[in-house]
């Protein structure tokens, strides 16, 4: 049975990365990710990634502590960076090859993002790892990773989050929550829904981008996403 993508777009929160730590990189979770990756790119699925820094420092909150935005933001991508390097890492010790590409430029440690060359590497197999977002303040990587879904030709953005889908309220304080398997782009709009931040959302919307939202920590559910099986939300046109 192939796969149901060719290509696809993984957006992977920092926060992702530290499993129950309370900060930081937790290596075993890591180690679970690119297992899983690892297994779908051996399907032939050509895998970008799209990594946040919340485990690390979030623009955000440290705006709302009086740090000046814009500042926050770029310390930010910084920690995207930082987990771009220990994600490539891992897949090292796994045996798979991964390149990682900035919007901002650290050309001592990681390339800078051309979209060419992007796109050979995963032509080529290579898993490829997209850090320090858009390479501006005020976006998040959730826009990020809608930009690059979009610039590399990927069929689907995967968002992997902690819950196994977007269901109809919240499923730890709802016992009868149910989840949906499909829903439009209107109707998340219309239920608020909160797939993803308005301008990524829109992005998608826009270039008729569709999103998958999982569990990632859900085993073998990404294999199950790329197969077109019947595991998490899919929002469409």
């Known amino acids: 049975m192939a796969a149901a993508y060719k290509r696809i777009l993984l957006k992977l929160s920092g926060e992702a990365l530290m499993g129950d730590d309370a900060y930081g990189i ?3 979770v890591v ?3 690119v297992a899983d990756v690892a297994e779908v790119s051996r399907l032939g699925v050509e895998v970008g990634i799209v990594i946040g820094g919340g485990n690390i420092f979030r623009g955000m909150a440290g705006a709302a502590s009086g740090m000046d935005r814009a500042t926050a933001d770029y ?11 220990a994600l490539a890492d891992a897949f090292r010790v796994a045996g798979v090859t991964a390149r990682v590409q900035s919007a901002l430029k650290c050309d001592q ?24 977002g858009t390479g501006n303040p005020f976006f998040t990587t959730d ?13 689907v953005v995967l968002k992997a989050t902690k819950v196994d889908g977007i269901y109809t ?12 398997a499909t829903v439009n782009f209107d109707e998340a709009i219309s239920r608020n829904l909160q797939v993803m931040d308005a301008t990524a959302f829109a992005l998608c919307r826009d270039q008729k981008l569709p999103i998958k939202v999982f569990s990632i920590f859900k085993p ?18």
């Open 26 to 28: 937790n290596q075993s």
């Open 31 to 33: 180690s679970g990710i």
């Open 75 to 85: 310390m930010g991508m910084l920690a995207t960076i930082m987990n771009a390097m």
């Open 109 to 132: 440690v990681v390339e800078p993002y051309i979209r060419g060359k992007a796109i050979r590497y995963l032509e080529e197999g290579r898993i490829v790892i997209f850090a320090a």
């Open 143 to 155: 826009t990020a990773a809608a930009l690059r879904g979009v610039e590399i030709g990927a069929e």
């Open 169 to 180: 309220a919240d499923p730890k304080k709802d016992p009868a929550a149910t989840r949906y």
């Open 220 to 237: 073998g559910a990404l294999r199950r996403v790329v197969m077109g099986e019947d595991e998490g939300t899919l929002v469409h046109i």
